[in-house]
């Protein structure tokens, strides 16, 4: 299953709301329980990914709620509704519906 | 909290091989719980997973390194090996072991730093 996720990069406003999407060549949403075997995870430089979001939309322990998952089937997008300094990172989407698991190629959020 | 170390060698030539560890803390590598998985990242670029092993001796590896690549755990050690045959400079990447929770199988939840690996001649 092909990730792609748009745009590659964006910058916002402090405080303002960013908007990642990312899609799926096929569905990922299971049709016997409607769940997304969707993730969306954040790298800052010189560091592993933090997982931040799995079945679509449940928030990691931990997780500031300002980061929300949402979408089903292909289509799935994940808001910062305002944007922290502390965001500042690459963000990657990736599937767990099959494997091989395959992940987004990214989008850089900037403060703008 | 697991805690994952990976560990590995200096500078490759190509066709020689690869082989990485990594030492878990805080949770068992074998039972069947977790699912200890084995990524990596070509620099600037994304992510791509490389297999994942299990109960120590069942694995399930990405079928375009299918043919190179070998995983395995040693219970008594806490100890995961990646080996990974006839690398090229294709190969270069920062190789991270991981945690993926049976009950969520693909769900990355606990990641190691990496370790970068090169392969130059």
């Known amino acids: 299953i092909v990730m792609t996720q748009s745009p590659d990069s964006l910058a916002v406003s402090l405080g303002e709301r960013a908007t990642i999407n990312c899609k799926s060549s096929q569905t990922v949403t299971q049709s016997s329980s409607a769940m997304s075997n969707l993730t969306w995870y954040q790298q800052k430089p010189g560091q592993p990914p933090k997982l931040l979001i799995y079945w679509a939309s449940t928030r990691q322990s931990g997780v500031p709620d300002r980061f929300v998952g949402s979408g089903s089937g292909s289509d799935f997008t994940l808001t910062i509704s305002s944007l922290q300094v502390e965001d500042v990172a690459v963000y990657f989407c990736q599937q767990y519906f099959t494997t091989p698991w395959t992940f987004g190629q990214g989008t850089r959020v900037d403060i703008k | 909290q697991v805690q994952l170390l990976e560990s590995g060698p200096g500078p490759l030539k190509p066709s020689e091989t690869l082989s990485l560890t990594c030492t878990v803390s805080g949770g068992s590598i074998d039972g069947g719980t977790n699912y200890w998985t084995w990524i990596r990242q070509r620099p600037g670029q994304g992510l791509e997973w490389i297999g994942y092993i299990y109960n120590t001796g069942s694995a399930h590896y990405n079928p375009t390194l299918k043919s190179r690549i070998n995983m395995s755990g040693e219970t008594s050690k806490s100890r995961l090996s990646l080996t990974l045959t006839s690398v090229t400079a294709a190969d270069t990447a920062v190789y991270y072991c991981?945690?993926?929770?049976?009950?969520?199988?693909?769900?990355?939840?606990?990641w190691g730093q990496g370790t970068l690996v090169t392969v130059s001649s």
């Open positions: 991981a945690r993926s929770k049976s009950e969520a199988r693909g769900v990355i939840d606990s």
